[in-house]
């Protein structure tokens, strides 16, 4: 288990192996590329761009760490001058390995490191996923809804629903339908009650002359006509019934009168009697 054991020895002492990337990283940042083994140039990498990135931020106190592994003062300057402004806009990968064969006499496989020389051009973002879903799911919900109504109609609820709307329509409709009454007002209701009273008076002086019209033709037999009396159908009896129950009312209004006369005169003779006295 190589937990935490980042890096390869390539065979050598520490030291050896820290001269070695030392003199490497800089005539790298000189020259801009250089050939050498695969393992040496995936470890060169590391170092390297760690520097870089180091040389981007430009202040003192990362110059003083770069000057601490670089010590030509040229390639220093060149690294905070020209290779920190390249890979400004750059987020890290500043380097880059082409694997070039097998070496003749070790067979050892070489490789070349190198800077990249091309401008760095940010990709443009692809949209998200989740819009589509979305867009998919707003499109499956009116099936859904659409298969919920055929499973009412299966089961006969939606007969049931329509009933009650029209229902609900029919009883706003008659509530709008009704007109507002107005109450009666009393003087209205006055004249409305001597009106009745006007015509029940006037009714019963007519009835009596049409009746006596009516009777007059009755009673006199026709000439050439028999002595025997002829009988009337039944539905004749009840026009007469009606008369004479008019007559009647028209004589009860006639009888009240006149006791009121009586009554009255009664009663003024008494006032002039004590007026007298």
Known sequence: MRHKRVGRKLG????????????????????????TTDTRAKELRRVAEKY?????????????????????????????????????DRPGGYTRIVKLGVRAGDNAPISLIKLIEEEYKPKKKRPRRAKKKKAQT????????????????????????EKTEEVVEA??????????????????????????????KSKPAEEPEQAEAKSEPESKPEEGASEEPV???????????????????????AEAKAEEDNSSAQAAEEESSDKKE
């Open 231 to 253: 009988e009337e159908p039944e539905a004749k009896s009840e026009p007469q019934e009606q008369e004479v129950q008019a007559e009647e009312e028209a004589s009860e209004p």
């Open 171 to 200: 009883k706003t409709e008659s509530t709008e339908a009704v007109p507002t009454e107005t109450a009666p007002q009393p003087e209205a209701k006055a004249e409305l009650a001597d009106k009745e009273d006007t015509e029940e």
């Open 12 to 35: 050598v002492t520490t030291k050896h192996r820290r001269a070695m990337f030392r003199n490497m990283v800089t005539d790298l940042f000189r020259h801009e590329r250089i050939k």
């Open 138 to 161: 707003a499109a499956a919900e009116p099936e859904a809804k659409s298969t919920k109504k055929e499973s009412a109609e299966e089961l006969g609820l939606g007969e049931t629903d």
């Open 52 to 88: 870089i990135t180091i040389a981007k931020k430009g202040t003192l106190h990362a110059r003083r760490m770069a000057a601490t592994f670089v010590k030509d003062k040229e390639v220093l300057q060149k690294l905070f001058d020209e290779l920190a402004a390249r890979f400004k």
